[in-house]
């Protein structure tokens, strides 16, 4: 593999979006990896026993940001100001939210729901596992942010708890 086929496959990785890409041949080994927090990639040959010689190439060309103009009216503004008030009940790890203990059963929580701290709010399943998120505080469910059998990220807003 000459480094003309190697700066495509860099190119050809960069576009597609993925993490991280590796391609093992009989005498070569290259190692792809790119990011949003980490903006460079890095490109590791070696042959089979030879010392290693390593190529870092230059970092993908970002992509133009599009701005648009913010609308001139105050009521996404007011929005904000108003879930201020309230507490978010947050993921506390990466997996697909379930809202019912079961598709035939009621949701554990709905808008207008009251509910105590250590009360289930919902379930994520992560890696065939069912953990149960409890609620931290005490309140009434203002406002549900995410979808039955959706998936959820870290520290996403799941809920948001009107406290008083």
Same mark, same amino acid.
Request: hydrophobic residues 40%; contains cysteine; aromatic residues 4%.
């Given at each position: 593999?000459? %480094?003309?086929? %190697?700066?495509?496959?860099?190119?050809?990785? @960069? =576009?597609?979006?993925?993490?991280? *890409?590796?391609?093992?041949?009989?005498?070569? =080994?290259?190692?792809?990896?790119?990011?949003?927090?980490?903006?460079?990639?890095? !490109?590791?040959?070696?042959?089979?026993? @030879?010392?290693?010689?390593?190529? $870092? @190439? @230059? &970092? &993908?060309?970002?992509?133009? $940001?599009?701005?648009?103009?913010? &609308?001139?009216?105050?009521?996404?503004?007011?929005?904000?100001?108003?879930?201020? =008030?309230?507490?978010? !009940?947050?993921?506390?790890? !990466?997996?697909? +939210?379930?809202?019912?203990?079961?598709?035939?059963? &009621?949701?554990?929580?709905?808008?207008?729901?009251? %509910?105590?701290?250590?009360?289930? *709010?919902?379930?994520?399943?992560?890696?065939? +596992?069912?953990?149960?998120?409890?609620?931290?505080?005490?309140? =009434?469910?203002?406002?549900? +942010? *995410?979808?039955?059998?959706?998936?959820?990220?870290?520290?996403?807003?799941?809920?948001? $708890?009107?406290?008083?």
């Amino acid at each position: 593999m000459d %480094i003309k086929e %190697i700066q495509n496959l860099i190119k050809f990785v @960069a =576009k597609s979006g993925a993490s991280e *890409v590796k391609l093992e041949m009989d005498d070569v =080994k290259i190692t792809i990896k790119t990011g949003s927090e980490v903006s460079e990639t890095k !490109i590791i040959q070696a042959a089979p026993i @030879a010392a290693a010689p390593q190529v $870092v @190439a @230059a &970092p &993908p060309v970002a992509q133009p $940001v599009v701005e648009t103009a913010a &609308p001139t009216t105050n009521a996404p503004a007011a929005a904000k100001e108003d879930d201020s =008030k309230y507490v978010t !009940i947050k993921s506390p790890i !990466i997996g697909t +939210l379930y809202r019912k203990p079961s598709p035939d059963k &009621p949701s554990f929580v709905e808008v207008g729901s009251e %509910i105590k701290a250590g009360d289930t *709010v919902c379930i994520i399943e992560a890696m065939k +596992l069912f953990n149960e998120i409890e609620s931290e505080v005490s309140g =009434k469910i203002v406002k549900v +942010l *995410v979808d039955d059998s959706s998936p959820v990220e870290f520290d996403q807003p799941l809920f948001l $708890v009107d406290p008083s």
